[in-house]
């Protein structure tokens, strides 16, 4: 089962009150959504409430996602980067009541990508995904180790049982393939 249907079958579980499910919802996307949340709010105590909130949201109105064909990722991340810019607008308007232009608050604009930007990055992501899938099952995690989560090269050399210059060859070659892949 691929990550997008497993996290699809999750939130389709949540809407029905499966508490498990839910926890295993958390744990697979809490660190992006956290990491989103950050970003926006530059708030390290703010980010874990916001998110906490976006993830009783997601209780709540899990019943809501339906499934598409788009990553169910992007849905969770526009519910995730909208309350984290409500957060932010909502703490900027407290910051200047008493003094602040109030009607240059309310026209902030929202700086995000749209629904097309949305659709884009989410059919990009499908077609990375599809040629992450042609990598060797230990290149793929090499690279997700390496660019994606930020682990080190010893790191990975360690991990995967090899040399240091063994995980650079690894890497190298799996980002001119990736590369090959993606301009087919």
């Not at 050399?157 to 590369?179: C, D, F, I, Q, Y």
Request: charged share 30%; net charge neutral; hydrophobic share 40%.
């Amino acid at each position: 089962m691929s990550r997008q249907t497993e996290i699809e079958a999750m939130i389709g579980r949540v809407a029905l009150g499966d508490r498990a499910a839910f926890g295993a919802l958390y744990d697979a996307t809490s660190a992006k959504l956290f990491g989103i949340c950050l970003r926006v709010l530059n708030d390290r105590a703010e980010a874990e409430d916001a998110l906490q909130e976006i993830f009783v949201k997601l209780w709540h109105n899990a019943g809501r996602y339906q499934v598409n064909g788009l990553s169910p990722m992007t849905w969770l991340i526009t519910i995730a980067r909208n309350h984290a810019i409500d957060r932010l607008r909502a703490r900027r308007k407290a910051e200047s009541r008493g003094g602040g232009d109030m009607d240059a608050m309310a026209d902030l604009a929202d700086a995000g990508p749209g629904p097309e930007a949305l659709a884009v990055a989410a059919s990009e992501n499908q077609r990375i995904d599809r040629c992450m899938s042609e990598l060797e099952p230990d290149r793929a995690a090499a690279v997700r180790g390496a660019y994606l989560t930020g682990e080190s090269y010893a790191e990975l050399a360690e991990r995967h049982g090899v040399p240091l210059n063994t995980m650079r060859t690894w890497l190298r070659r799996s980002l001119m393939r990736l590369k090959e892949c993606l301009t087919r």
